[in-house]
């Protein structure tokens, strides 16, 4: 059996202890994935998982279900729900319930806290009476008549924006581009010097600390990101027409500039995040600017497509991707993501 080095606890292992990484979590995008294979070892792979991953998913869900992943079985994620009951006697607001139609809510019995974070059953009377006789509650049972009118079903959205800007987020972001650029690159030797700070900032969990990771905030760059992309050539690699991104997708590349390999990652095309990968042990490039080609990722289907960038125009863009003065002011940007976050839940994703 043959071993491998974990390129973040940098310990070696025997192959029964790998783990393939998701580069771009399973929860964020469908159909095929983006896999690391033969590099992560299963501690690492769920440490990072814990420490930021888990977080996120969790604040992100409902962004999630717009763009229809799935379960790692296949299965569909379930919508979430708030129901509303009122009339003289009674008014209870649920906690979100996950489902996957809501016209099932009246033909079996539903489980929920209400704002109080009481337990609360409802449904079909007979079967909440044989529920509450098993527990001995029968006098708890009360016979209400649910029509439209006082009965009320609506989906629930609850995207903390904070979330974008968060210590979870920005080592997840670290992880994904850094594990992207080693796939991208199998020339690339992550145990080398040059890449000390970002692995072992993934993982120590100190992304944050050493300010690896910059959040773009400048709202018109990010519309000539996400919303006008004539700074992108058609090419023969694919058929592409510039014009509005689709938000729900995912974008990478990378940018060598003074000395400092940059990878950029887009996430759901909301918003643009820097993060610094080296900073030594690079060619010297500072008279001239290394780009990569930009991966475009589709968050329903994992399908990837390779775009240009327009090599007479890029410098400016560089430039401006270069001044820190374009990052990391939440408050700027607070009012265009919300635009972008409406836009993923009004237009659902589909075909």
């Not at 098993?134 to 008549?145: A, C, F, L, P, Y």
């Not at 995207?159 to 581009?177: D, G, L, Q």
């Not at 990968?277 to 290394?290: H, P, Q, R």
Request: hydrophobic fraction near 35%; charge should be negative; charged fraction near 30%.
């Amino acid at each position: 059996m043959g071993s491998f080095i974990c390129i973040y606890c940098e310990k070696e292992y025997l192959m029964d202890e790998v783990s393939k990484s998701d580069i771009i979590p399973f929860a964020f995008i469908a159909g095929e994935k983006l896999i690391l294979k033969n590099r992560v070892c299963k501690g690492c792979n769920n440490l990072v998982n814990k420490n930021a991953e888990q977080t996120i998913i969790m604040q992100l869900e409902s962004l999630r279900r717009r763009i229809n992943v799935t379960k790692r079985q296949g299965e569909p994620l379930k919508n979430q729900y708030v129901i509303k009951y009122k009339n003289d006697t009674i008014e209870l607001e649920t906690n979100p319930i996950k489902s996957d139609d809501p016209s099932l809510f009246l033909t079996k019995p539903i489980y929920f806290k209400d704002k109080d974070d009481k337990g609360v059953i409802i449904g079909p009377i007979e079967e909440v009476k044989d529920i509450a006789s098993k527990k001995g509650e029968e006098n708890k049972v009360t016979m209400q008549n649910i029509t439209e009118e006082n009965f009320t079903i609506y989906e629930t959205y609850s995207v903390p924006r904070a979330a974008f800007f968060s210590k979870e987020m920005k080592t997840m972001v670290a992880k994904i581009c850094y594990e992207w650029l080693i796939k991208m690159c199998p020339e690339l030797n992550p145990l080398e010097d040059g890449y000390k700070h970002i692995r072992n900032s993934i993982f120590t969990d100190t992304v944050e600390g050493y300010n690896l990771v910059d959040v773009m905030t400048n709202t018109n760059i990010a519309r000539g990101l996400f919303e006008d992309l004539s700074h992108l050539d058609k090419t023969d690699i694919i058929e592409f027409i510039p014009k509005k991104l689709v938000v729900g997708d995912y974008y990478l590349f990378f940018e060598i500039k003074n000395n400092k390999l940059y990878c950029f990652f887009a996430f759901m095309g909301m918003v643009l995040y820097r993060v610094l990968i080296a900073s030594e042990g690079l060619i010297n490039t500072k008279d001239n600017l290394l780009i990569s080609l930009i991966y475009k990722y589709k968050g329903r289907t994992g399908e990837q497509e390779i775009l240009s960038p327009n090599r007479e125009t890029w410098a400016e863009l560089s430039h401006h991707l270069s001044d820190q003065n374009n990052y990391n002011k939440a408050e700027d940007y607070s009012k265009y993501l919300s635009t972008k976050i409406n836009e993923l839940i009004k237009y659902r994703i589909e075909e």
